[in-house]
């Protein structure tokens, strides 16, 4: 068995089709595609999750859901290796959260969702790897025009801390202040028709 090609020398190019949710309102998320084609990243500018003085009460959680348009180049296909996720929580003592993600090609299934749980108290930045299941990657069937749903999801919990004293948050976020999310392509060719 052949090890599988490397990315494709032309540009990859994304059309984010549809953003919902309370975690990426209009205007708040964008998508770029790294420049050797290895992955995209999605950055955020509003997506918080929090409890406590200040918050809503439908504030303690928030999700997005993008649909995007992946145009790769003729011969090649792709499926997603992994995801790196980053963000920062201020977590009182007893209170605890959690980044929550899935992702699938319309007309599959969802793949599992994986659930990361972070617990108060924590001041701090977060990262989170999620890696293709069993190490089985889903590619788009080849020659089929199928959009890729990526879902994502924080949610935050007041425990035992007290939320009328207190504010417990998390965020999308990483170490330089960018909220972003980083999904690497893992590519294969397809057969000529």
């Not at 003085?53 to 792709?78: E, M, S, W």
């Not at 035992?160 to 330089?176: E, G, L, Q």
Request: glycine fraction near 10%; charged fraction near 20%; proline fraction near 8%.
């Amino acid at each position: 068995m052949s090890p599988p090609p490397g990315p494709p020398p032309d540009r990859v190019v994304i059309d984010v089709v549809t953003v919902n949710g309370s975690g990426c309102p209009p205007g708040s998320s964008a998508v770029a595609v790294a420049r050797d084609n290895s992955s995209f990243t999605i950055t955020y500018s509003e997506y918080t999750a929090q409890v406590g003085v200040g918050a809503k009460p439908t504030d303690f959680r928030k999700n997005c859901q993008l649909n995007l348009n992946i145009h790769v180049p003729q011969g090649f296909t792709y499926g997603i290796a992994s995801a790196d996720y980053r963000g920062f929580a201020s977590l009182e003592s007893g209170a605890k959260a959690l980044q929550r993600a899935n992702y699938y090609f319309q007309g599959n299934s969802p793949t599992a969702q994986v659930t990361h749980p972070v617990n108060g108290p924590i001041s701090d930045n977060w990262q989170f790897r999620d890696e293709a299941e069993g190490g089985v990657i889903i590619y788009k069937p080849c020659g089929e025009d199928r959009n890729l749903n990526v879902n994502t999801e924080l949610r935050v919990g007041a425990g035992s801390s007290d939320p009328k004293k207190t504010t417990s948050f998390i965020t999308m976020d990483s170490t330089d202040g960018a909220f972003k999310t980083t999904y690497h392509f893992s590519w294969k060719t397809c057969p000529k028709s």
